[in-house]
């Protein structure tokens, strides 16, 4: 039975269990703040071991994608660090792969010259041929093999992710970073991409960390280890839940389960609760600015 | 009383599309202005006494002097090619690059942005006679002035298409640890593709204009050079053909630059 644990909003990193695994992630009270006023994320704690699967869910606007940009390394934090092997991160680094929500794979080059690009990188010892053969490799693990020689535009939006996918998981990088990267699919060509991250990921050898960011619930349910709730406005951590269905999961059955049903509308009505107040809060606003 | 509610007629008519139009109708619409052009022409020379004919000759007897003297033209198309082809491949090889690299550094923006606000601007045309003083042929001074008219264009949106580079590219490249060149080469440059065109369009209607104005000056040979040549010994029938020509061949590099474009930049962009 999966245990929720939804912790109380004023999180404090000693209350984060303390681990200094050697792949372990650290996100330590950071904050982000644009145009110097307007604060995006505010006071985040977060630790991710190596090898889980953890998802960021929250309602759009609420800087999910921007903490996820600063763990990339692609935004630089107001306050506060992030390390990564106990190192701090500055600026992007072939150890966290990231895959965007959409046109992550560079539309001049064939999909397998986008998937060199990144074997270029990740092994440069290797000769032009190896490197295709070896991107031919990885586009066969998300079967797009037959469509190494077309060109982004002349594939579907799922076959791009696919892609973009492979082309990440060509870095080699111990941590995958995703933002909402099957959020522009239909929901057939998303559950199928879910599966599909769910066996590559199940079959790398070492445990890749994923930090996979989601507003949808039944995604972060289905594919995460643990789910972090984020609230907006600051974007701070407002819930977190340990996620113990077994693995393999497939959206069939565990969308059928009681366990899964409870725990669903349990963050559910916790996630929606802060949207509402936030839409409240917007509204009262907004009928000041316009009353009268 | 009936239930059923019976439907007003609807007071807005429905716009008549009438579908696309057809083929045919587009080529002959095309070609209309051309026709009343000529139409016009014709007509005037026709009404006009005999004695201007050598002043506003017929288009018929343009193009028969047009077909006389097509190997002369094609002799001068030669010769200006030769001061137009290095001059512009010299262009856009020094617009493009330079722009990429100025474009996708602030510290480069910095310095040469200012400067190039002031210097391109500036009707390359006056540095003709200097140019010509200067260089040892004419042919180097008509370089220079052809490559120095086109590069503005090239240059400046060349910049342009590199600090316009989509946000994504610039994570995307960022994220697979690509260093700046890599990046400039393998994703500013075709980012920045469209936008170069665009210069090289504009590039090469000056290198035109520059070509036939230095040709005006010091030049023994090339199509500015035809028709100045006629003009001067008021042979008008033949200085217009050469204007017709002159007008055919930069509408083909023209429409050749056009066709590459479509040809290099073969994503949705």
Redesign the interface.
């Known amino acids: 039975m999966p245990t929720p644990d939804i912790a109380a909003e004023n999180r404090s990193p000693d209350k984060i269990p303390p681990k200094s695994k050697l792949g372990e992630l650290r996100v330590e009270n950071l904050f982000f703040t644009y145009d110097e006023q307007k604060m995006a994320l505010e006071d985040i704690n977060l630790s991710v071991p190596e090898g889980e699967f953890l998802c960021l869910l929250g309602a759009s606007g609420c800087g999910k994608t921007t903490l996820l940009r600063l763990i ?1 390394g ?1 935004e630089s934090p107001s306050g506060g660090r992030i390390l990564w092997r106990g190192r701090p991160v500055h ?4 150890e966290r ?2 895959v ?1 929500q ?3 794979l ?4 064939r999909l397998r010259d986008n998937v060199a ?2 074997i270029e ?1 990740s092994r440069p010892e290797t000769a032009k041929s190896e490197r295709f053969q070896y991107a031919d490799e990885y586009l066969g693990m998300v079967g797009l093999r037959e469509a190494a020689h077309k ?3 002349e594939l579907s939006g799922g076959m791009r992710q696919r892609g973009a996918i492979a ?1 990440t998981l060509a ?1 080699g990088s111990p941590v995958l970073l995703m933002d909402e990267p099957f959020g522009a699919l239909d929901p057939a060509n998303r559950m199928r991409l879910q599966e599909l991250l769910l066996d590559v990921w199940s079959c790398s050898s070492p445990g890749r960390t994923v930090i996979f960011v989601t507003h949808d619930v039944d995604e972060a349910l289905l594919l995460g280890d643990r789910v972090i709730i984020l609230g907006a406005s600051p974007g701070r951590i407002i819930g977190e839940i340990k996620v113990d269905f077994p693995r393999p999961r497939n959206a069939e059955t565990l969308f059928a389960l009681d366990s899964f049903r409870e725990l669903r509308s349990e963050i559910s009505s916790y996630y929606h609760r802060d949207a509402r107040r936030q839409i409240a809060g917007e509204s009262i606003i907004t009928s000041r600015q316009e009353g009268i | 009383m009936s239930a059923i509610i019976e439907r007003q007629a609807n007071p807005i008519p429905a716009r008549k599309t009438g579908g696309p139009v057809p083929r045919l109708f587009v080529s002959l619409y095309g070609v209309s202005l051309f026709i009343a052009v000529l139409a016009v022409w014709a007509v005037v020379a026709w009404i006009l006494p005999t004695k201007h004919q050598y002043l506003f000759p017929s288009p018929w007897l343009t193009l028969k002097i047009l077909w006389e003297s097509l190997p002369e033209l094609l002799v001068s198309t030669g010769s200006s090619f030769l001061i137009l082809a290095p001059a512009y491949a010299g262009a856009v090889i020094l617009g493009a690059s330079w722009g990429l690299l100025v474009g996708g550094s602030e510290r480069l923006r910095l310095i040469f942005i200012p400067f190039a606000r002031v210097v391109a601007p500036v009707p390359p045309t006056v540095y003709i006679p200097y140019a010509i003083a200067l260089l040892p042929t004419f042919r180097s001074s008509a370089i220079f002035i052809v490559l120095l008219a086109s590069f503005w264009p090239v240059f400046i949106n060349a910049s342009a298409g590199t600090l316009a580079v989509p946000e994504q590219h610039r994570d995307n490249a960022r994220a697979l640890g690509f260093t700046h060149f890599q990046y400039l080469r393998r994703v500013a440059f075709p980012a920045a593709l469209p936008f170069i065109f665009n210069g090289m369009h504009v590039g090469m209607g000056m290198a035109f204009i520059m070509l036939t104005v230095a040709e005006l000056f010091g030049s023994t040979s090339g199509l500015g050079r035809f028709v100045q040549y006629y003009a001067d010994y008021a042979d008008f029938p033949r200085m217009l053909a050469g204007i017709l020509y002159t007008g055919l061949i930069t509408f083909l590099s023209m429409s050749g630059l056009g066709l590459l474009e479509k040809k290099i930049i073969f994503w949705p962009h």
């Open positions: 990339a692609l600026g992007p680094s072939l792969g990231i965007f959409e046109y992550s560079f539309p001049w080059f690009l990144a990188k060109y982004p535009h082309r870095l």
